[in-house]
């Protein structure tokens, strides 16, 4: 199921038009369409505004930074992931939720707990340009 929390967030910030909005998502190789076709369904369903020209997958495994543009910013839960966005050039916020967070291992932009729709609007507005 969908952490409500989140999706509310991204609505939010779809409809604020603050920024366009990309869903970048890994999937794994040996299952790779099965795998596509199941995330498009639940983004169908739960995110409906991100249309497939906005949905962007890579393989499990692969850097995520390969799709960078330096101004844009990866809002994502794996540290790993932001870490690597970050030292190719672009801006990264860490996505807290109940399983992650707890080292303080990311500390190259921000950290946010979801707990409002804004508050990832909000976050990204204070990311210097």
């Known amino acids: 199921s969908p952490r409500k929390d989140m999706v509310d967030a991204l609505n939010y910030l779809i409809n604020s038009k603050e920024a ?5 998502s890994a999937v794994i190789p040996e299952i790779e369409n099965q ?17 497939t020209n906005h ?4 393989l499990c495994g692969a ?23 970050f030292k190719a050039g ?3 916020v860490k996505i807290l939720n109940e ?23 909000r976050t990204i507005r204070q990311i210097p340009v």
């Open 55 to 58: 949905r962007i997958f890579t």
């Open 35 to 51: 795998a596509k076709a199941e995330k498009n369904a639940w983004l169908n369903k739960h995110l409906p505004a991100i249309d």
């Open 63 to 85: 850097d995520k930074a390969s799709a960078i543009n330096s101004s844009d910013v990866l809002c994502d839960d794996y540290t790993n992931n932001l870490n690597l966005w």
């Open 99 to 121: 399983i992650n967070g707890k080292n303080g291992s990311f500390t190259s932009g921000p950290r946010l707990k979801i707990q409002h729709r804004e508050d990832l609007v």
């Open 90 to 92: 672009g801006k990264a």
């Open 20 to 24: 366009e909005v990309f869903i970048l």
